[in-house]
């Protein structure tokens, strides 16, 4: 008897759409692309002006339902009235799915059929910048408490829900945001959830997010969390309450004082009333940083030593330096780093700011065939569409993804003049023969073909796999003249990242989320944490 075929439940995927038409075609692309079977789309038009109705008529697959504009928690219930999923998602109309990520959390549902829904990781797609940031938290127990203290799950289309959930909780109209943080609270309380940190979906920011308006979503998430306070029954929960509030006004007033220093424009009376009310340290700071050179002048005339250390370490005083002997180390007083993982228990590396920085920048060279060592992760984020064909070269014969396997200073059996980019990241270092390995990513790549390479400079040495075989930094004039040999010295772009804060902050295992990107983005060529290249081939002379 032959075996059954596996039952697929249908899954459900809703976009509300509002003015977003023109994104509408890569998120409809990211759904049908899944490695799953049963799926639907579902457009909620939310009264939209522009094309959102005629971009979806393109697509005979999606079901459009039109309403007059209600907001976006009306749009989302309007949704699951017209879905027939037994899983449903919701998809922001200018965000996407990344692969298999219905596959995965479906499978988690299957497994787990008590769970009201299941969450996941996601990408930040900085789009004014070009780059991404991967969000993900680990968040085995305790949901609700962990709720209470922030919202860990940090993007909608991440979640897979039961369609059972909303015969009882719907969306708040009256929110004019958090209101799928209102519904992880209320669904989350009284049923298992559950979290895993594969990376499901892509969040694209711009200026147009709601979340643009720091004062408002701050007032809205503290109401949303005030909601449960009546509800709470444990002392557990109650601290977990009050620890969220203030993890909230902390964050939010972060944002604010981060997004009105930045001088792009300036501070709205919303913004700095909301500093005043739940930060004035910060809105001190603000206003003392903004005053003229002359009274900067008269603070450090008038004020003793003892004083111009605290407003400096209040970030306040910038220009104030400690006198011999005065330096106080605070936390970076120690001989061994707070992180051994290069800041991955902490959040992330440092350092991946910047190749995620160079690899946004040069995204447009990531297309075609192309080839990258150890994995395809970055292939995939910044090639998206433009690739149609990624290969990944491995060391490790057992990696069943690599569609080669060698030594890249000694692998006669890759194709000459095949790829259209390669993208060597943070592996040359290991790489004993560093000069050969070049030589093949030149003799592999067609004429025209782009390299985008990384490696370190200023850097913490692997503690474990990598240890043995960690050979080698290189400096921005180090590489000019290595890459010269292989490359035409005309088609090299070399660029450094770092300052001393950065390289501090690396060596001691900080990770991403504790330092900030006003920070990371100051550049001191005397502390080169990442150096990138960017190398293209030569056509053959006629």
């Known amino acids: 008897m032959a075996a059954a075929l596996p039952v697929y439940p249908l899954v459900s995927v809703i976009i509300p759409c509002y003015n977003h038409g023109r994104y509408l075609p890569e998120a409809f692309a990211s759904v049908w692309q899944q490695d799953y079977p049963a799926v639907e789309i579902v457009v909620v038009d939310d009264g939209s002006t522009d094309n959102t109705r005629e971009v979806t008529a393109t697509d005979a697959r999606v079901k459009y339902v039109y309403q007059a504009n209600q907001g976006l928690s009306a749009a989302r219930n309007t949704g699951i009235d017209h879905s027939t999923g037994q899983y449903l998602v919701f998809l922001d109309a200018d965000d996407w799915l990344l692969p298999n990520a219905l596959k995965i959390n479906a499978d988690f549902l299957l497994q787990n059929p008590a769970l009201a829904f299941i969450s996941g990781g996601h990408d930040k797609v900085f789009t004014a910048l070009g780059r991404i940031k991967h969000e993900a938290q680990e968040v085995a127990a305790d949901h609700y408490l962990r709720l209470l203290q922030g919202n860990y799950i940090g993007m909608h ?197 910047y190749i995620e920085k160079f690899l946004g920048q040069e995204a447009a060279a990531i297309k075609g065939r192309v080839l990258e060592i150890g994995d395809n992760e970055y292939t995939l984020n910044f090639g998206k569409t433009q690739v149609a064909q990624s290969d990944i070269l491995h060391v490790d014969a057992s990696n069943q993804k690599a569609t080669f396997i060698g030594d890249l200073s000694d692998a006669p059996h890759v194709p000459d003049n095949t790829f259209d980019c390669v993208v060597l990241t943070q592996t040359l270092h290991l790489i004993y023969e560093y000069k050969q390995a070049l030589a093949t990513c030149h003799r592999i790549l067609k004429p025209g073909g782009v390299l985008l390479l990384t490696v370190p400079g200023i850097t913490p040495i692997d503690h474990g796999e990598w240890r043995k075989t960690w050979y080698w930094s290189f400096t921005d004039s180090a590489l000019h003249r290595l890459m010269a040999e292989t490359f035409p010295s005309d088609s090299l772009t070399i660029t450094s990242y770092g300052n001393v804060f950065i390289a501090s902050a690396f060596l001691y295992g900080l990770g991403l989320p504790e330092v900030t990107s006003a920070q990371l983005d100051v550049y001191d060529p005397q502390f080169q944490v990442i150096n990138a290249v960017k190398a293209v081939k030569a056509y053959p002379l006629a």
């Open 157 to 353: 289309a991440t979640v897979m829900y039961q369609r059972w959930v909303f015969e009882k909780v719907r969306f708040d109209p009256a929110l004019r945001a958090c209101e799928d943080y209102d519904v992880y609270l209320n669904v989350a309380r009284t049923q298992p959830v559950a979290h895993h940190t594969h990376r499901i979906a892509a969040y694209r920011l711009h200026d147009t997010n709601m979340s643009g308006n720091i004062p408002m979503m701050l007032r809205t998430v503290l109401a949303v969390q005030a909601r449960q306070q009546p509800l709470l029954r444990t002392e557990a929960e109650k601290q977990a309450f009050a620890r969220g509030q203030l993890v909230w006004k902390e964050y939010y007033s972060g944002e604010i004082y981060n997004k009105i220093t930045a001088g792009a424009t300036s501070a709205t009376s919303a913004e700095l009333t909301t500093l005043l009310s739940f930060k004035p340290r910060l809105a001190l700071r603000y206003f003392l940083r903004h005053q003229t050179p002359m009274i900067k002048k008269s603070i450090k005339k008038i004020t003793p030593n003892a004083g111009l250390r605290l407003l400096h370490k209040a970030g306040i005083y910038n220009q104030y330096m400690p006198a011999i002997g005065k330096v106080d180390m605070g936390d970076f007083a120690r001989t061994t780093p707070f992180s051994t993982e290069f800041g991955y228990d902490r959040g992330g590396p440092v350092d991946r700011y």
